[in-house]
């Protein structure tokens, strides 16, 4: 027998003897859940309870799996290692899980663009029938969101946009303190706007979208257009494998070819975010993920931008912040909170 057929006769065994049934009725109360952050080089998972508290935490290369099944398999024996050593499963109610290109409304994960498996993931539908529990999937900007909104700088706040930037482009706003999801659960798709018209080729498959300037790869092709373009000495020409927080560090260090980088970058940023902010009208904007940790090197540009560019009435009344959360704890926590949101359901029930 398996390790994972094993473990599942086990927790029927466990079912049989330690639940309370009165009547018809079965009380198992269940205090804590499982958040899964999906990223293109790690997946984290967490157990957190119903205060947000995080029990234990633990996590491995996406990039090991290219193939979604031994993913799937994967992820589900590590889940049930973690709670089996950390109270038992019994105690999980459900997963919430964050991943790119990931639609709420179909539990799929739907052509993404920056990961290996292709076309549409039915990864809801595969992790609830390896682990027998209800499964939440969305988007990672929507769960940054829902991240902010509960734990970070959002709480409070009714009408606010979230923009993360890492080695994609995703957004997620909230309007009257509700997620808008859009009709199949793809809103907030921001890093797939046309900002430069036949321009950049970019993942999705058109060309000119905003990722393909602002998100990490972008950043990158941005500087080493730059270098070649230029005879001036740059830090950049001595770094084998450039990323965004290289050019961050080169930035500190007075590079001018390293600060124009995300002076363009700014520009385009704040021009994207100025037609997003004219549409929703919100209160705030906050910037995730690790690009946003270039801080006043892209800011201030975007901000300029962001102001020359923004319906007239909004000018000056829209705060551009940036997450004060760790970004792997805020996607993880956001998980769970997904979780909590997900319909009870059980196999062993």
Known sequence: MSKYLQKKAERFVWYAKNVYICGMEEYNIKTRVVGVDISVER??????DVRGNIIAEDNFSTLDYPDVNNYVSALSEKIIALV?????YETI???????P????TSGCIEN???LSWKGVVPLAAMLRDRLGLAVGLANDAHISALGEHVFGSAHGMTDFIIVHIGNGLGSCFFSNAKEHKGFTGSAGEFGHTCIVPDGRPCGCGKKGCLESYVAS????????ELLAKSDKPSLMRDIEKLTPKAITECCEKGDEIAIETYRITGRYLGLGLANYASLINPEAIILTGGVSHAGHWLLDPA?????NYVFPNMRGKVKILLSTLDDRERDTLG????AWEVPEYSLFK
């Open 43 to 48: 997946t984290t998972y967490a157990i957190v």
């Open 84 to 88: 089996e050593s950390n109270g038992g």
């Open 93 to 99: 109610r459900s997963i919430g899980i964050s991943a």
């Open 101 to 104: 290109s990931a639609s709420n």
């Open 112 to 114: 993404a663009a920056n």
């Open 217 to 224: 790869r972008g950043i990158v092709t941005t500087a080493k």
């Open 303 to 307: 901000y300029v931008e962001f102001e």
């Open 335 to 338: 998980a769970s909170a997904l």
